[in-house]
T-cell receptor, first 111, second 112 residues
Framework: NAGVTQTPKFQVLKTGQSMTLQCAQD?????MYWYRQDPGMGLRLIYY???????DKGEVPNGYNVSRLNKREFSLRLESAAPSQTSVYFC??????????FGPGTRLTVL | QKEVEQNSGPLSVPEGAIASLNCTYSDRGSQSFFWYRQYSGKSPELIMFIYSNGDKEDGRFTAQLNKASQYVSLLIRDSQPSDSATYLC????????????FGKGTKLSVIP
């Protein structure tokens, strides 16, 4: 039982490049989330998917897109990376107690 | 806008002492409350959650909730150096809400 997994763990991009962050969970949870965490800013919600087939914007959605591929997988895409998107990205899934379980994170640097 | 406030710290306590971490929230309709621990360079991990007013104990950890004062706290008894981490308070705004609002965290340092 791996819980929530994320790939890659680290990534360096140049401004304007695109990439997709992958997330998968094996806990049969309906809801999945993407956060970014910056020093002094705490965890900020980018997008979430309440259930398979639905996605909604969070607090900081600009510059990102998401895809809920199936119940297990939820990806985050940066179409044209900017230095302001340098951050640590966490994926999470939620159980019936509203507890969210986090993946190990992706550390992204945009030069 | 829903807000969750925590003292950023650092909070320093000697080994064996009680560490007290506090959190206030703005949404009076909030229904469930979570404490997460985050070690440096790692992801947040759940310590415990609480739904009802009063105390909830789990080992060395006790969560306290006072909905009238919009206040939730976490007590860590017999603090250990391994408890040194950032503690995040998170609040769910109730039935139908899929989102947690996180505080910015309190950094705890347990001094041997």
């Amino acid at each position: 039982n791996a819980g929530v997994t994320q790939t890659p763990k680290f990534q360096v991009l140049k401004t304007g490049q695109s990439m997709t962050l992958q997330c998968a969970q094996d806990m049969n949870h309906n809801s999945m989330y993407w956060y970014r965490q910056d020093p002094g800013m705490g965890l900020r919600l980018i997008y979430y998917s309440a259930s398979e087939g639905t996605t909604d914007k969070g607090e900081v959605p600009n510059g990102y897109n998401v895809s809920r591929l199936n119940k297990r997988e939820f990806s985050l895409r940066l179409e044209s990376a900017a230095p302001s998107q340098t951050s640590v990205y966490f994926c999470a899934s939620k159980d019936s107690t509203d507890t969210q379980y986090f993946g190990p994170g992706t550390r992204l640097t945009v030069l | 806008q829903k807000e969750v406030e925590q003292n950023s710290g650092p909070l320093s306590v000697p080994e064996g002492a009680i560490a007290s971490l506090n959190c206030t929230y703005s949404d009076r309709g909030s229904q469930s409350f979570f404490w997460y621990r985050q070690y440096s360079g790692k992801s947040p991990e759940l310590i415990m959650f609480i739904y009802s007013n009063g105390d909830k104990e789990d080992g060395r950890f006790t969560a306290q909730l006072n909905k009238a004062s919009q206040y939730v706290s976490l007590l860590i008894r017999d603090s250990q150096p391994s408890d040194s981490a950032t503690y995040l308070c998170a609040v769910n705004s109730g039935a139908g809400s899929y989102q947690l609002t996180f505080g910015k965290g309190t950094k705890l340092s347990v001094i041997p």
